[in-house]
């Protein structure tokens, strides 16, 4: 283990080009950030480069162990979760790049563009949703999985 807290949810992801866009040698300074230092100006340390959080999949239970009877629901928590582990790492809900949707039954897509518009409030990240014949828990209904980068 790297010392970092109990974050399962967090991966972060180090930018491998350096300011000038060059191949950079990388140093990890914590757990949610990487400096990328390059080894073509030894007078310059290091320059920062962008950072990715990667959230596992999150489903509609809250952080008391409740779940939400109906998909609406459920996808609201679900992405309050996404929203808890971003602010986690410094991030916000804008700063989504991609968010990916399981959803266990075809005829909550409606609900879900209805939800996913009024949640994320004018964040248009690449989207994809799957259609799959079940979640780890036959409860769940949704599973949402999202990419974030930040400067």
């Given amino acids: 283990m790297n010392g970092c807290s109990s974050g399962a949810a967090l991966f972060v992801t180090p930018n491998v080009l350096n300011s000038a866009c060059q191949p950079a040698e990388l140093a990890q300074v914590g757990c ?15 320059s920062r480069g962008a950072r990715f959080v990667h959230v596992s999949g999150q489903v509609g239970v809250s952080p008391q162990g409740d779940l939400p009877p109906d998909f609406d629901g459920q996808c609201r928590q679900a992405v309050a979760n996404v929203r808890a582990v971003l602010e986690q790492a410094g991030m916000t809900l804008a700063d989504v790049v991609k968010m990916s949707f399981f959803l266990v039954r075809r005829e909550d897509m409606a609900g879900l563009v209805v939800v996913r518009k009024e949640l994320l409030d004018g964040v248009r990240p690449a989207v994809t949703t799957v259609i799959v014949a079940e979640l780890v828990q036959p409860d769940w209904l949704v599973e949402i999985e999202a990419v974030a980068c930040a400067a």
């Fill in 32 to 46: 949610n950030e990487w400096l990328s230092v390059t080894a073509l100006d030894p007078h310059q340390s290091h």
